[in-house]
């Protein structure tokens, strides 16, 4: 069995937004914990591993940075694991490391390390995502609605009184030195149109942003959904961009230089890696797992959907 990614789930339901097409509410309950299940997440690092993951996502069933602590935590964690498992060398003693100030680890047991967030922590958070950086975090991933900041802010409803400036923090974490990547969920309001995603495509290329990921909000179906209310949201304002985005790049000469087996494609266009993915699908191939899910309480589960346990 091959694995994709593998999927951390930073502490509860807390977020400091309310979108009202939150997959989050709609898909299987969190599995709290007041503390993470170290020996679990051990295991399930190891599972990650040996199924040849090759990147680590750090997510959440509400905002990852409303946990700070349990980031940085997951962070020495993984570091450690990586030691144990000969993955990761460690020149010199910790204690030097930290008495200069220098990063705990080299790498991570993963290639990849990336932080999904709604953004609106990034300018006061600065301090802890550059001890992030060193602590071996890779990218950090914005999850958007909108390009131009009110009308983000206004359709995922952020707890703030005024709205966060995409642009800036995708700057700040540019001067972190992490690799930025946004992730819009396609919908009515919000990215509708090719010419929607074109204006997307010129402020990326304007602001330096290097991978964009643009998906169709998604929701389970009746059946599994948990929230009738998100779910008739989710129905009123969805859109099928995907079939259009596919052929934009067909005509723009952009063809796919990844495939991947859930169906998302990277393209490499006009100098930023640019992703058609969709969300809550599962991999055609039987052997292959889009992703392993490690929660708090120690469970492992290969699907957001169902809460189906496999540790
Ligand atoms: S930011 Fe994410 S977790 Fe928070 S309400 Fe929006 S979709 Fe849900």
């Not at 299940?37 to 680590?56: E, P, R, S, T, Y």
């Not at 149109?193 to 942003?209: H, N, P, Q, S, W």
């Not at 998906?215 to 989710?234: F, G, I, L």
Request: with cysteine; net charge positive; hydrophobic share 40%.
């Amino acid at each position: 069995m091959r694995v994709l990614s593998f999927s951390v789930v930073i502490g509860g339901t807390k977020c400091n937004a309310a979108c009202p097409f939150c997959v989050s509410r709609m898909t299987a309950p969190p599995r709290r914990a007041l503390n993470p299940n170290w020996f679990a997440f051990k295991k399930a690092v190891q599972a990650a591993l040996d199924a040849g993951a090759w990147g680590v996502m750090f997510t959440g069933k509400g905002e990852p940075t409303e946990y700070p602590d349990l980031i940085t935590q997951y962070l020495r964690m993984l570091g450690t694991i990586g030691i144990h498992l000969g993955k990761v060398r460690r020149t010199i003693p910790n204690t030097i490391y930290s008495l200069f100030g220098k990063p705990q680890f080299d790498f991570l047991p993963f290639a990849f390390a990336d932080l999904q967030t709604n953004g609106i922590n990034i300018p006061q958070q600065r301090g802890l995502l550059k001890k992030w950086h060193r602590l071996g975090l890779s990218t950090v991933c914005i999850s958007l609605a909108h390009w131009n900041d009110a009308e983000n802010w206004s359709m995922m409803r952020h707890h703030t009184v005024k709205p966060m400036n995409i642009w800036q923090n995708v700057g700040i974490l540019k001067d972190l030195g992490y690799l930025t990547r946004l992730n819009f969920t396609a919908m009515r309001r919000g990215v509708e149109t090719i010419e929607d995603v074109e204006i997307v495509i010129a402020l990326c290329r304007k602001y330096g942003v290097d991978q964009l990921t643009i998906r169709d909000v998604a929701t389970p179906d009746d059946k599994d959904s948990r929230n009738p209310q998100v779910t008739q949201y989710v129905k009123d304002h969805r859109i099928n961009l995907e079939p259009e985005l596919r052929e934009y790049m067909k005509e723009a000469g952009s063809p796919a230089v990844m495939l991947l087996s859930h169906g998302a494609t990277v393209h490499y266009h006009h100098g930023i890696s640019f992703s058609v993915n969709n969300c809550l699908t599962t991999s055609q191939n039987p052997d292959e797992l889009r992703q392993l899910i490690s929660w708090p309480d120690g469970a492992l589960t290969p699907d957001w959907k169902y809460d189906l346990r496999l540790l």
